[in-house]
């Protein structure tokens, strides 16, 4: 079994919806699609209130390079453009639109799946492209950009992360048992960018065997390897994964192409499979709705724009008990503070989270026992982030690797002064990069 070799930590699990097949969440009658669901800057929207629109329509077009389209998730009208509460915290631009109840397809879209083998790499990327399909473990950094790195970069090696290390969440392990075949067709797509003979891998944690059985199946037909990761937080960020499949480190200031690699979440090549296939625009996605306290725990296949108001009334409202919601996992999600944001093309899942499960006590002082630099998977020095942070020297922290960070937060989760280090981690870049800008105005 293999696994990065320094730090991490092991939380408790909590996969209490791993056996839990995907529903479908009905169409909720209003949705609010936000412009803003990738790295980079809000899609420029070329819809106006009073439209009709078709399911697969193009409401949103991506605004430069780093960007990406948003389109309709049903048919319907678009009754307002405006700003609105987004699941990453702030207000973002979103467009309203009213569902007319026939969820009826654009022409051309969701087609019958074509053999695209016969399309050139140029094709393949457009499609990806004009599918808006960004990564969907988190990043949302554009997938046409990510698939075509500088001429100068030799990729040898691509990795399907399906490692889902995050507690709680089970939307990828789902997708991994459900539609092992799309994932593997999505992995080809990507495989066959590269001119470079490319290694293939599929890294999926141990505590997945059914996911690893259904994707082992298709290993005889596509030369690829599912790699055996150890059940270890945090397995699936990416330098980690990289580091547990390949052994190779990706240095402070390297990206994973520097190292010849390329990773992908499993959701992601399932949505180029879709995209490049089916002409279907990335418009949809699995969620985990979980926590200690709720009873209807769910994977639900839910469409972009779905209102956490609306997941909450599917799945029976939310006992009083319950004072936080999350989206994403509990290691690196956001705590919300309007159930009126929306799913977006990086939900991974809503948890409920009651005071039980939450250390309430206040920060202390650090009693330098070492423990958050022995979980830091980035072999940095936490405590001092936090020291430094609290005595406002932020001109110091970038010398000390402050953004080689990835704020996975294991030094946070095992600090017994409960002291709030990736709160002054976060703190600390917002400065820092604000006052580069500053200085570069
Ligand atoms: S949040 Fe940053 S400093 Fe803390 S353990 Fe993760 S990488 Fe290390
Ligand atoms: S784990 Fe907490 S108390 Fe221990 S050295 Fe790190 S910051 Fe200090």
């Known amino acids: 079994m293999k696994t990065f070799k320094i730090g991490g930590i092991h939380p408790p699990e909590n996969k209490l919806t791993e056996g839990n097949s995907i529903e479908v969440l009905p169409i909720p009658s209003e949705l609010a699609i936000p412009l803003l669901q990738h790295l980079g800057k809000p899609a420029k929207p070329v819809v106006k209130a009073g439209q009709r629109v078709k399911k697969g329509e193009l409401i949103g077009e991506a605004d430069g390079f780093i960007s990406a389209n948003v389109h309709a998730t049903t048919s319907g009208t678009i009754k307002a453009i405006k700003s609105h509460p987004h699941p990453g915290g702030q207000y973002a631009p979103t467009v309203f639109l009213e569902s007319d109840g026939q969820d009826e397809w654009l022409d051309g879209c969701n087609t019958e799946p074509q053999d695209w083998q016969s399309f050139s790499k140029e094709d393949i990327l457009n499609r990806i492209k004009a599918a808006g399909v960004v990564g969907m473990g988190g990043a949302g950094f554009p997938t046409n950009v990510k698939l075509a790195p500088p001429k100068d970069k030799v990729i040898d090696t691509v990795i399907l992360n399906g490692a889902e290390c995050e507690p709680f969440l089970t939307s990828d392990h789902r997708l991994m048992v459900e539609e092992p075949e799309g994932i593997i067709e999505g992995l080809k797509i990507i495989t066959s960018l590269f001119s470079t003979p490319v290694k293939a891998y599929v890294g999926v944690e141990a505590n997945k065997k059914d996911a690893i059985e259904a994707l082992a199946k298709y290993a005889s037909s596509y030369n690829f390897e599912v790699v055996q990761l150890e059940t270890k937080y945090p397995q699936g960020a990416e330098k980690q994964l990289i580091n547990s499949i390949t052994g190779r480190k990706i240095q402070e200031g390297e990206l994973p192409f520097d190292k010849g690699c390329i990773v992908n979440n499993v959701g992601t090549a399932f949505a180029v499979y879709e995209a490049v296939c089916k002409n279907k625009p990335l418009i949809e996605r699995v969620v ?154």
Request: proline content about 4%.
């Open 288 to 441: 985990t709705v979980s926590g200690i306290e709720i009873q209807a725990k769910k994977n639900l296949k839910v469409i972009i724009g779905t209102m956490f108001s609306d997941i909450i009334s599917a799945c029976g409202n939310i006992p009083g008990t319950v004072n936080q919601v999350i989206s994403g996992g509990p290691m690196m999600g956001k705590a919300q503070y309007s159930f009126e944001a929306s799913i977006i093309k990086t939900s991974s899942g809503i948890l409920f989270i009651n005071n039980e499960g939450l250390d309430t006590s206040r920060e202390r002082t650090c009693i330098r026992c070492g423990k958050c630099v022995e979980a830091c998977p980035q072999e940095l020095q936490p405590w001092l982030f936090t020291n430094l942070a609290q005595r406002r020297e932020f001109d110091e922290l970038p010398a000390y690797g402050l953004f080689n960070c990835t704020e996975c937060g294991s030094c946070t989760y095992v600090c017994p002064s409960k002291r709030e280090i990736v709160h002054w981690i976060k703190y600390s870049k917002a400065i820092v990069n604000n006052r580069k800008k500053r200085k570069s105005a």
